[in-house]
Every structure is written in C-alpha cells, then in structure tokens.
C-alpha cells in the first residue's frame, strides 16, 4: 500500500493499464502473421483460379453461339442420344414359338366380337315397340 | 461485389488479441495459444464475417472469449513471480507491470474480463456491450466498479519484493 501510494500517487490507473499492456513476442507476432498472409494468398488464389474458369468457359459459348455452334452442338448432342437408344433397346424382340402337335389346340381362344346392342331410337317407333312388350306372350 | 476480408492487416490484430488473453489468462503461453486458436478459427471462418455486425477486432475478440471460456476456462492465471527476481535488476517500471498484471490477476472474472476488454483489446464502452450483449450504460458502470476493485487490490497488496528493497535502503 505505501509502495503504491508513495510511487503511484495520483497515477491514472487507466493509463497505467493501457501502456502496461501485455505485448507478444515480435517472434510470435512475425510467425501468426506470416500464416495469416499466407492463408490468405492460397484461398485468394483459388478463388481466382475459379473466376478465370469461368471467364473462359463464357467466352467460349459466346464465340460458338455467334456462329450458331450452340444449336449444331444440340443436334449432335440429340442424335447421339438416339443412336445410344436404338442400339441400348432392340426393335424386333424374335419369338421362338415351339411348334407341336396341340399348338393349334391350345392357341389363345380368338376374342368373340361383342356386338352392340342397338340403341332404342328416340321419336315415334318408341312408342309403339314398348307396347308390343307389353302384349301377354300367345299361349295357343 | 468483392468482400473485405476481415484479416487483410493481421498485425495489429494479433497484438490486440493477445493483450486480451493476456489479462485474463497471463501473459505467456497461454496466451500465445489462446491468440494462435483464434486465428486458426478466423482463417477457417473467414468467409462467415459479417461487416455489418461490427469491426474485425470485435470479431476476433468474440472468438477468442469462447477459445477461453470453452477449453481454457479451468486454466488458472499465469502470474509471474514478482518476489522471486532480484528487483535491483528490474527497471520500475518492471516493477509496476508485475505489480498492475497481479492486481488484474487477483480480480474475478467478470472484472477481469471488463478490464482485459477495455484496456487490453481497446474497445470501447459501446463494442463491449455489443460483444457481451449488454447495455453500454451497464458496462460503463461495471468497468468503473472493476477499477476501483483494483485501485483496491493495489493498495492492499504491496509486493514482497519492494517491502525488501526499502528495508534494505
């Protein structure tokens, strides 16, 4: 308490805070700086390497849309496609039926064409079919 | 639009985040590890700061306040041993450095951290508040109660060392 009173008497402990500030070694400060930077450089550097990529790349679609290489690169692109598709999936699927004897036994019954019932004709004749429905059957 | 990048002048940065760690922490190697994590953080995130929500310092300083509180925060405060060294060798201002980083030592941590804000990072009343979402008003108030604690500290403690020295005058 004395040491302090009698040396720091009127001292502005705010001041003396502020220049007896910790400090790191300039060792320290040279190596985390040095990361830092470098750090830096390298993701600068990609992000460069990113941008002169796609500089590039539109510059080479805007010279091949002025020439209309853009549709013939569509159509080629398409026809590839078909290409790829007739070849991936055959048209002709070859049956091999085995002939026998009960072939024709045993064929797929033909579908029995279902005729269609004709339709009661609106207007005059209705009326006069509906009666005859009407009539008791003759029992002789 | 091109981003400012938050570590474009690391320099001073550094210095900054260390005196910060070094008033709550101790000046040494904590400290330096302390510094060292939250640049490595701030390098990995770099891209994840935001101008808006304050200066780079800020940033760093909130980085640096979870790096301590997260995996530091059993760590006892590093002090250097003021009566060990032979003081006829030490300038006075040595001295009175040894003296205020013991006094800080001896604070509680709130105190300690207001302190190592203010005086060691060099933020303001109004950053302060920002970065532990407080009111200014509040940390103003604090920051006064915290220096009249050491103003305190400081007059109770007299170093060993300097009561040796004026008996041996």
């Not at chain 1, 004749?125 to 429905?133: D, E, F, P, S």
């Not at chain 2, 510094?35 to 940033?59: C, H, I, M, N, Q």
């Not at chain 2, 013991?102 to 300690?112: E, F, I, K, Q, S």
Request: hydrophobic share 35%; glycine share 8%.
């Amino acid at each position: 308490m004395r040491y302090w009173r009698k040396r720091h008497e009127g001292l502005d402990l705010e001041a003396e805070l502020r220049a007896g500030r910790p400090e790191p070694s300039s060792e320290f400060v040279h190596r985390l700086e040095a990361r830092v930077r470098n750090d830096g450089r390298r993701s600068r550097a990609g992000s460069l390497r990113v941008a002169f990529v796609g500089a590039v790349t539109a510059v080479m679609l805007l010279a091949l849309a002025s020439v209309g290489g853009v549709g013939y690169a569509s159509s080629a692109a398409q026809d590839a496609a078909v290409s790829v598709k007739r070849v991936v999936t055959p048209k002709d699927v070859i049956q091999i039926v085995k002939r026998g004897s009960a072939i024709d036994q045993y064929r797929k019954p033909k579908a029995k064409k279902v005729k269609k019932a004709k339709k009661a004709k609106k207007g005059k004749g209705t009326k006069g079919r509906v009666r005859a429905r009407t009539r008791p059957p003759f029992t002789g | 639009m091109l981003r400012r990048d938050p570590l474009a002048d690391p320099a001073p940065l550094i210095k900054r985040v260390y005196a910060y760690a070094a008033y709550r922490l101790g000046d040494g190697p904590d400290a330096e590890d302390i510094t060292s994590e939250t640049f490595e953080r701030a390098l990995r995130y770099r891209k994840s700061y935001d101008p808006k929500k304050g200066e780079p310092v800020a940033w760093l300083l909130g980085i640096a306040k979870r790096c301590i509180d997260g995996s530091w925060s059993k760590t006892e405060y590093a002090t250097e041993d003021v009566d060990s060294p032979d003081t006829t060798d030490l300038e006075e201002d040595t001295i009175r450095r040894l003296t205020v980083s013991r006094a800080v030592a001896a604070l509680d941590d709130r105190d300690r951290e207001l302190i190592a804000l203010r005086y060691g990072a060099d933020l303001t009343a109004r950053q302060i508040a920002e970065l532990l979402d407080a009111r200014t008003n509040a940390i103003e108030v604090a920051l006064h109660r915290a220096l009249g604690r050491l103003r305190g500290i400081l007059g109770a403690d007299e170093p060993e060392a300097v009561r040796k020295r004026g008996a041996s005058q």
